[in-house]
């Protein structure tokens, strides 16, 4: 099936799950769009996230897809079922995928969750561990901070590991030996996290662990694709310039191909 996967994020996290996706499925077609005149997604209200996701899925909804992969946990966490109820294309986040992934890797059934306000005021993963494992015991921290960072290459500076320390201090003395990156931006510092929270705590990659479960569906419905090498295709809401230059560190390729500006308040 050579339909495409649509796949969105506020920003540039997104493509960390697209550079898992094309890494273990090196032959599906893939349509990114990033909403980088609206990021971050994390402070906004629900009804706003409700709006902008909405938006994001009828813009992807263009394309000849047969399937769509919410790659931001604030929309995964508090619009993912509102989309799923209002379209008929398999829609599926970030959150259960990894949630059952941690359960999995802790072995003293205490994990931590880190991702945006949003996410960690919805209390979402804590949610998805609970009906996996009531045993297992969850410490959540909104690192509002992180996305910033990331979307303006502060990927090792000073000013990250600070912040950082800042907001992972707390879950250290919990002793969690799980960290939930419960946002697709987190794996582009995961360096600054795994010095501060410690070599000995698993860190769990939302945008990866969501790549494997997509083939993984993909897989059971028949429906990879049998053709040539992935084409994919980058839409963003804003300045195309500083998403060309910043994308391969997301992506560990270059970006090939033109990346085009969409007006997304057109959905």
């Known amino acids: 099936m050579n339909k495409a996967i649509g796949v969105f994020d506020s920003g540039l996290g997104g493509l960390t799950a697209v550079k898992e996706l094309l890494n273990i499925m090196p032959n599906e077609n893939i349509i990114y769009f990033g909403d980088t005149g609206r990021v971050p997604y994390g402070?906004?209200?629900?009804?706003?996230i409700i709006k902008y996701s909405r938006q994001d899925v009828n813009f992807l909804k263009q394309f000849d897809l047969k399937m769509v992969v919410v790659a931001c946990g604030t929309v995964s966490s508090v619009a993912l079922d509102t989309l799923k109820k209002e379209n008929d294309i398999?829609?599926?986040?970030?959150?259960?995928?990894?949630?059952?992934?941690?359960?999995?890797?802790?072995?003293?059934?205490r994990i931590g969750i880190i991702g945006t306000s949003g996410t960690i005021n919805s209390g979402s993963y804590a949610k998805a561990i609970?009906?996996?494992?009531?045993?297992?015991?969850?410490?959540?921290?909104?690192?509002?901070?992180?996305?910033?960072l990331v979307e303006n290459n502060y990927i090792n500076n000073e000013a990250t590991y600070i912040i950082a320390?800042?907001?992972?201090?707390?879950l250290k003395k919990e002793k969690i030996d799980t960290l939930i990156l419960g946002c697709t931006h987190y794996p582009l510092i995961f360096k600054v996290i795994s010095d501060i929270i410690g070599k000995d705590v698993e860190l769990i990659n939302s945008g990866a662990e969501t790549a494997v479960y997509t083939?993984?569906?993909?897989?059971?419905?028949?429906?990879l694709n049998s053709g040539n090498k992935a084409e994919i295709q980058y839409y963003v809401s804003d300045n195309v310039p500083k998403f060309s230059s910043i994308a391969s560190n997301f992506l560990d390729r270059e970006i090939t191909g033109e990346v085009k500006i969409i007006d997304i308040e057109k959905y």
Not at 215 to 223: C, S
Request: with cysteine; aromatic share 4%; net charge positive.
């Open 165 to 170: 320390k800042d907001y992972l201090e707390p």
């Open 215 to 223: 083939k993984q569906l993909l897989q059971e419905g028949n429906m």
């Open 43 to 48: 402070t906004r209200g629900v009804d706003t």
């Open 90 to 109: 398999p829609i599926i986040g970030v959150v259960e995928p990894t949630a059952m992934a941690a359960v999995k890797k802790t072995k003293n059934k």
């Open 130 to 148: 609970e009906k996996i494992d009531s045993s297992v015991k969850t410490f959540s921290m909104a690192c509002p901070l992180f996305v910033p």
